[in-house]
């Protein structure tokens, strides 16, 4: 997955937000047959809705997580609940915050934006994933 991120991170490859990278890696890492179309669901998702509120890479994650344990709707799913209120709690412990706004103060770089927030919260939703996939 860290490659995968890396290589959607790459600003000279691609311009996504933190959110549209985590689903691009998470689709070529998990095979999830996403087309074109569906990877503009998450550009509202950019910048914590572009206003500083939930942060890509938790909505992003979740949003693969979705993918990933959805049977049929939520009524069926209970690994996908539980990975994603894992997921959430995880990240939460982790990086000290799920809000944009915070993350950006602790965790953006001049050089890399926040490519090690991304870096970080894939290796949570990785962890989370492999779990769940047992």
Known sequence: MQKALRKYWDKTNYNLSCSETVLYAANEVYNLGLNENSFKMMAPFS?????????????????VIGILFTKNS??????????????KQR????????????????????????????????????????????
Do not use: H, Q, W
């Open 91 to 134: 990240f939460l412990d982790e990086l000290k915050s799920r809000d944009c706004t915070p993350l950006k103060e602790m965790y953006e770089d001049p050089s890399c934006g926040c490519g090690n927030l991304i870096y970080a919260g894939g290796k949570i939703l990785e962890e989370v994933i492999v779990k769940y996939t047992k």
């Open 47 to 63: 910048g914590g809705m572009f206003e500083g509120e939930t942060c890509g890479v938790v909505t992003g994650g979740i949003a």
């Open 74 to 87: 939520k009524a069926d799913s209970p690994e996908m609940i539980a990975a994603t209120k894992e997921f």
